[in-house]
């Protein structure tokens, strides 16, 4: 059974930051694509990233140059660390994860937590 748990969300203010964890059980994590999404209310659920089992990564345009992704095969833990953060970044993050997949879509992704709330105030 694969559980993914997101973890590491509040609040903060904005030009501030935060670092995200995902923990994941039940797969081979080294061999995944992980992913971040976040969904704000009343917004679709959109791709914040994603690093490969090569460590390719991606980011979407939005946070390109102030969050970045990375992770520990070894805790089979998956980091967001958000710097510079908006008040536009406020949303519920996701994790997921996904077999031999290089995208931000969300449905190429089959393993998902629950979220962890990051609210930016201004």
């Known amino acids: 059974q694969v559980q993914v748990v997101e973890s590491g969300g509040g609040l903060v203010q904005a030009g501030g930051s935060l670092r995200l964890s995902c923990t994941v059980s039940?797969?081979?994590?080294?061999?995944?694509?992980m992913a971040w999404f976040r969904q704000a209310p009343g917004k679709e659920r959109e791709g914040v990233a994603y690093?490969?089992?090569?460590?390719?990564?991606r980011y979407a345009d939005a946070v390109k140059g102030r969050f970045t992704i990375t992770q520990d095969n070894t805790k089979n833990t998956l980091y967001l660390q958000m710097n510079s953060l908006k008040p536009e970044d406020t949303a519920m993050y996701f994790c997921?994860?996904?077999?031999?997949?290089?995208?931000?879509?969300?449905?190429?992704?089959?393993?998902w937590g629950q979220g962890t709330q990051v609210t930016v105030s201004s």
């Open positions: 039940g797969l081979t994590f080294a061999d995944y694509t």
């Open positions: 690093i490969t089992s090569l460590a390719t990564t």
């Open positions: 997921a994860a996904g077999w031999v997949v290089c995208s931000l879509v969300q449905f190429d992704y089959k393993y």
